[in-house]
């Protein structure tokens, strides 16, 4: 159905106009599904009464809700940039995901404490054919909630859409049990229905916890994609000019609004309106292949001295005693009467368990331990990516 109708509602296929469409598509029929659900139930949960299948209509409906803060969400995602906000409000789709899963997780929470309720003061499960064939029927659509959504989110990378599929699939989980109690109730007589809801919450709360993670990573700031991160150094190492790169930090708005930028490490003996040309170049196929804004620093470094070539393959040697991880850049070496400036950046791994002045005081270490009079002028680096 979502394919027959995207292909009736989607024409425009650039990418940003694309991602809103779907979003909004997909939660429209997510609010009208959920409200479909809820009247069925609410009309089974009066006609046989059972406070089980009303109680789930009432999740239903609150699950329409959800599916309207996802709406809210895309909609507000694809609002151009303006004065007070230059990056675009990318970020809404991320906090109406993050709402999304805290909507989850408070879903499993209650139903964890009524569970447990039910557990030490059991009560009659309603077991008519009426309950269980609508509780079916619900089992069904929300599985295709879930399997749309998760589609959909994959295809957009939309954290608030696979929230919702995580969602929809907890409740098919859960009233997936619901009816096995049901019939265990029906053909055996023992009421399983608490133990079964305590089961039923510990996998929602699961799923709402991994949907939350999902969606607050981005906002607090999640290193980029390993292949990302080498298409970017895969384009800038295209041209002969660039001997190296370093400094690179992916700054995330939302889905679609990446901001990068670098530095480029280019020869120092050539001339400094060629390389600005190249650097421009550079910046702008990044926007056309990658659809981001780039910024690139360039630093010149010696490209022809067989000395410092030398010594800077020997330091970068050196400071992998102390990690192997490590790397540097920005190599040169300054010569005076007494000795010899070694001036170059150090990029230390997070995991290292040194602190930076530790780092600092080894490698220091190291150059003074070398043949010849070398001070180290060091700095040291933490990467982004």
Do not use: W
């Not at 009247?39 to 609150?62: P, Q, R």
């Not at 009560?123 to 399997?147: H, Q, R």
């Not at 990068?260 to 190249?278: K, M």
């Not at 393959?313 to 540097?328: F, G, Y």
């Amino acid at each position: 159905m979502i394919t027959i109708l995207s292909n009736i509602f989607i024409k425009n296929k650039e990418e940003s106009v694309m991602r809103k469409s779907y979003g909004t598509l997909c939660s429209i029929v997510g609010i009208l599904l959920n409200i479909f659900l809820f009247a069925g139930k609410y009309f089974a949960g009066m006609v046989s009464g059972s406070v089980a299948i009303t109680a789930d209509a009432f999740n239903n409906l609150s699950d329409a809700g959800s599916s309207f803060i996802t709406l809210i969400g895309f909609l507000f995602a694809g609002k151009k940039p303006d004065p007070d906000h230059p990056f675009g409000h990318g970020r809404f789709e991320y906090v109406s995901g993050f709402i999304v899963s805290m909507a989850i997780l408070l879903m499993g929470l209650e139903l964890f404490k009524s569970s447990f309720l039910k557990i030490i003061y059991p009560e009659p499960v309603d077991t008519s054919i009426l309950a269980m064939g609508i509780l079916a029927v619900s089992i069904a659509v929300k599985f295709y909630m879930a399997f749309y959504n998760h589609r959909v989110g994959k295809k957009i990378d939309s954290a608030a859409m696979k929230a919702t599929a995580m969602d929809s699939l907890s409740d098919s989980v859960a009233t997936s049990v619901v009816l096995a109690a049901m019939l265990v109730m029906r053909f055996t007589g023992i009421n399983i229905d608490g133990i079964c809801g305590v089961l039923v919450a510990l996998f929602i709360l699961y799923a709402g916890f991994s949907a939350a993670k999902e969606t607050l990573d981005p906002l607090l700031g999640l290193a980029p994609d390993k292949e990302y991160v080498e298409k970017i150094k895969q384009i800038v190492m295209e041209h002969d000019m660039i001997q190296g790169i370093h400094d690179l930090v992916v700054h995330d708005y939302g889905p679609g609004r990446q901001m990068i930028s670098l530095h480029a490490e280019v020869p120092g003996d050539q001339n400094i309106y060629e390389i600005h040309d190249l650097i421009d170049r550079i910046e702008r196929e990044l926007n056309e292949k990658l659809f981001c804004e780039a910024v690139i620093h360039m630093d010149p470094i010696e490209t022809d001295n067989e000395e410092v070539a030398r010594m800077r393959d020997l330091i970068a040697k050196e400071v992998k005693r102390i990690d192997n991880r490590m790397t540097i850049h920005d190599f040169r070496m300054v010569t005076g009467n007494t000795h010899t400036n070694l001036i170059f950046d150090a990029l230390v791994p997070y995991e290292l368990k040194m602190s930076g002045e530790e780092v600092k005081g080894k490698i220091e270490e190291i150059v003074r331990n070398l043949e010849g009079d070398y001070f180290a002028v060091v700095h040291i680096d933490q990467g982004y990516v």
